[in-house]
């Protein structure tokens, strides 16, 4: 019986585990490892755009993206997001939580819900708004700016990706308020009042109680911080028109796949280095983590 009992465990075990590493397989597993092996090829579409044979090319993709100027323009408008996500929207993010949270203000629940509303608005509506607004060299705020000097050219050139980062620490900010509210309110009240007692200040109770408790979830804010920034491609594409000086990493391999003739491999092979440059940023999360982050 024990072993009869032992073998519908592993039968069970299998039936379950089962159907979930397929569909692991073929929707995650399957297309990163076919994503890998087509950046190492030369196929460009087939024989609809005279490319029949594929062939084994190495890392040839590779070098020309490390060759392209553009490449440099897009990683540093991408790293600038990553800094605005973890140095702008988290911060602002904990202080918003933490101001509702100890109702520090009136109305908190409309607070929290205006605050939230912008992550309930789709990218593709916030990016027109905001290019009608003031992104756009006729728009809103060029108007304004030309009531007081009419010869008043657009004044984003020099900085295009201002607006864009503008709008991303409106739109985002307001996401990671609402994680830092719902862990704010696990922490006892009552610790933070005893501490109160025994002469602790709120910058204290702050530093000692509070932000130690929420190590773990400003780690996974920002790796969520990181993972969306590098993927960022709705908003930007809408509201500067896919122009090359605001252009992302992803809005590059989009550029390269579908925009005139088809570059797979060069394609494939930036989402590979979208991917490598995750895991770096994530490692260094975690290795900050280690060295400044108390226990959850």
Known sequence: MKDLSAREQVSSYFLLVIPASIIYLAVMAFPTIFSVVLSLTNYRGGQIFGNSTIKFVGLESYLRIFQDEEFYLVLKNNFLIVLLSVFGQ??????????????MVKG????????????????????????????????????????????????????????????????????????????????????????????????????????????GVIVTCAILAISGSLKSFDLIYVMTNNERDTRVLSLYMYNRAFRGAPNYPLANAISTVMVIISFILIMLTRVAEKRFGGKE
């Open 108 to 215: 908190v629940d409309f607070f929290q819900t205006i605050i939230y509303l912008p992550n309930v608005i789709t990218p593709v509506i916030i990016g027109i708004l905001f290019n009608a607004l003031y992104r756009s060299p006729n728009s809103l705020y060029m108007d304004v700016v030309r009531s007081f000097n009419p010869s008043a050219e657009y004044g984003f050139t020099k900085a295009p990706m201002v607006p864009v980062l503008v709008v991303m620490l409106w739109m985002y900010t307001g996401m990671y308020v609402i994680i830092f509210l719902a862990n704010l309110q696990r922490i006892d009240v009552s610790i933070i009042e005893a501490s109160k007692i025994d002469g602790a200040t709120e910058a204290q109770a702050l530093r000692y109680i509070i932000l130690p408790a929420l190590s």
């Open 90 to 103: 988290l911060p602002l993010g904990f202080i918003l939580a933490y101001i509702l949270s100890r109702q």
